[in-house]
């Protein structure tokens, strides 16, 4: 139990060491050059780079990203919002170049249908199956049979 307890807290103080060193990596990645005089366009720019994933990492935003792609697709946001496009239009642009996967959360539509759809189809799929496989086992007897010396000792027991 000790020598747990010594581990746990060697694991805990790692865990910290390396929340404390990895942490503020995301907050450098949006360099001074890059930001927007106004404090509006700026904000505007932040959500846009929240939502578009940068192709080099994948499960980061753009945002959150030191890639080299992810700044110019920052940079990119920050023209097409100095240029007048609303978010919506930004958004399509980028899409246009990169596809549907550079958006962190796809869209709905016909072509992701499937992609939003399927773990409802799965939870009902399984849903049915349980209830066909519950009925199928219902109506079966469980067990085997008595042998005639088990039948003869049952009824012995019963005239009793």
């Known amino acids: 139990m000790r020598r747990f307890l010594q581990m746990s807290r060697r694991l805990s103080r790692l865990l910290i060491i390396l929340f404390v060193l990895f942490a503020?990596?995301?907050?450098?990645a949006v360099n001074?050059?890059?930001?927007?005089?106004?404090?509006?366009?700026e904000a505007r720019a932040r959500a846009?780079?929240?939502e578009l994933r940068c192709m080099v990492c994948q499960n980061q935003s753009i945002d959150d990203s030191n890639a080299d792609l992810a700044r110019d697709l920052r940079l990119l946001v920050r023209e097409r919002i100095t240029?007048?496009?609303?978010?919506?239009?930004v958004?399509?642009?980028?899409?246009?170049?990169?596809?549907?996967?550079?958006?962190?959360?796809?869209r709905v539509s016909l072509r992701t249908l499937?992609?939003?759809?399927?773990?409802?189809?799965?939870?009902?799929?399984?849903?049915?199956?349980?209830?066909?496989f519950a009925r199928k086992r219902a109506g079966k007897?469980?067990?085997?049979?008595?042998?005639?010396?088990?039948?003869?000792?049952?009824?012995?027991?019963l005239e009793k």
């Open 24 to 28: 503020p990596m995301s907050a450098f």
């Open 32 to 41: 001074p050059d890059e930001v927007l005089a106004d404090p509006a366009l």
């Open 48 to 50: 846009l780079s929240a």
């Open 83 to 89: 240029d007048g496009d609303t978010d919506e239009e």
């Open 91 to 106: 958004l399509d642009y980028i899409v246009s170049r990169y596809g549907e996967f550079v958006l962190l959360k796809p």
């Open 114 to 132: 499937l992609l939003w759809g399927a773990p409802v189809l799965l939870i009902l799929a399984g849903g049915v199956s349980l209830i066909v």
């Open 141 to 157: 007897p469980t067990g085997s049979k008595l042998t005639d010396e088990e039948q003869a000792r049952l009824a012995e027991l």
